[in-house]
């Protein structure tokens, strides 16, 4: 996708409340990338919108023939479409319409950042009863709800952008807790059970097939695994094209998986955290640069493979958008004053654009 040349993207979430804007500074910046370094454009979630703006709302909105509704704890099953759902999918059907504005005439890769199955599993209710990942059955019919859903919402991107080249991102912060059954149950005096690493890789096989289907399916689908490389397992099984980690935590043992995945195949999306700051030095970009090439040497992985490698900002802080918390119904994901804005964001992503030429250099070596 990014050429032989390290990519530069994001997770989706965005501060403010303004979507054209801000999927027009997505796009533009990562349009006019340095030549040394991909930009690929994503798809923006505005969390200060609301429950109905963040990433459990925004998957929700998608389901197919699955109703969701807010309830006192967040959101839930419902039996029937109501307003708050409604005001999810007029949400979904904005975005699609500022996307078709900022990327008139784009042609080039699109990063559509969703949340996944299990992470959603864990984040909704039933209608009547715990999370729906207490119900095998049920977190079942949400993936494959899920997987008609993306997969339509992949076709409506390509009729707002017909040049796109669209890979999903699957956001799955909770996959690795999921599977270990370590997530409580909503009393809190117990632990909801395990989903076995086979049976989360086969739901995220199916969201992940419903991406691709058809004429107009996504060219790639990557899983975010969140911080745990103990994810690694299950998104490999999955028959993913990528697989993306908060790499700043990894310790030795991490990476040895990280190089196990990147020679089976899988292309790394890296996540790293915002450039440490100082007074006389200003924004340390090696050092950003530093968390992923330094570990990626020690292991034994190629140099020339940092060319492959995607690297993600992740979240602004305050946006809430990561969907790896269980939301509460008021706040789902809500930003909170004081905390990252627009300007703060676009920050982020020029200084990860300068972090992807140190790559580029360091590809080459």
């Known amino acids: 996708m990014s050429g032989g040349r390290p990519g530069v993207s994001g997770t989706g979430a965005w501060p403010g409340t303004d979507v054209l804007e801000a999927q027009s500074t997505v ?42 509704e807010l309830g006192p704890h967040g959101w839930k099953l419902a039996d029937r479409p109501g307003g708050d759902l409604g005001r999810a999918r007029a949400y979904v059907r904005e975005d699609l319409d500022a996307l078709a504005v900022a990327a008139h005439g784009y042609t080039g890769p699109l990063v559509l950042p969703v949340a996944g199955p299990l992470t959603l599993a864990a984040s909704l209710y039933l209608a ?30 390509h009729r707002s952008v017909p040049g796109a080249q669209v890979t999903v991102l699957l956001h799955e912060p909770l996959l690795a807790q999921v599977v270990a059954g370590v997530l409580p149950t909503f009393s809190g005096y117990a632990a909801l059970r395990a989903v076995p690493g086979p049976v989360a890789a086969e739901r995220l096989a199916t969201v992940a097939d419903g991406a691709r289907a058809g004429g107009s399916g996504a060219a790639a689908v990557v899983v975010h695994g969140g911080t745990a490389w103990t994810s690694l397992a299950t998104v490999r099984a999955a028959r993913a094209d990528g697989v993306a980690l908060a790499v700043a935590g990894l310790d030795e043992r991490g990476w040895e998986r990280v190089a196990e995945a990147v020679e089976g195949g899988l292309r790394l999306w890296a ?35 940092l060319r492959d490698v995607v690297l993600l900002a992740g979240d602004p802080p305050g946006t809430g958008g990561r969907g790896g918390t269980m ?39």
């Open 27 to 68: 796009v533009g910046d990562l349009v006019d990338a340095p030549s040394e370094v991909a930009g690929l454009p994503f798809t923006v979630l505005l969390p200060a919108r609301g429950p109905w703006g963040d990433r459990v709302g925004h998957a929700a909105a998608l389901l197919a023939e699955l109703p969701a």
């Open 271 to 305: 996540e790293l955290p915002p450039q440490a700051t100082s007074q006389c030095a200003g924004p340390d970009v090696v050092g950003q640069a530093d968390l992923l090439t330094r570990p990626w040497r020690s292991v034994g992985l190629p140099a020339a493979g």
């Open 327 to 365: 939301p509460g119904a008021a706040g789902a994901g809500a930003a909170t004053a004081g905390q990252a804005s627009p300007d703060d964001a676009r920050a982020a992503l020029a200084g990860l654009l300068r972090a992807g030429r140190i790559v580029a250099e360091r590809a080459e070596a």
């Open 128 to 157: 009547r009863g715990d999370r729906v990942l207490s119900d095998a059955g049920a977190v079942r019919e949400l993936a494959e709800s899920l997987a008609v859903g993306i997969g339509e919402h992949v076709a409506a991107v």
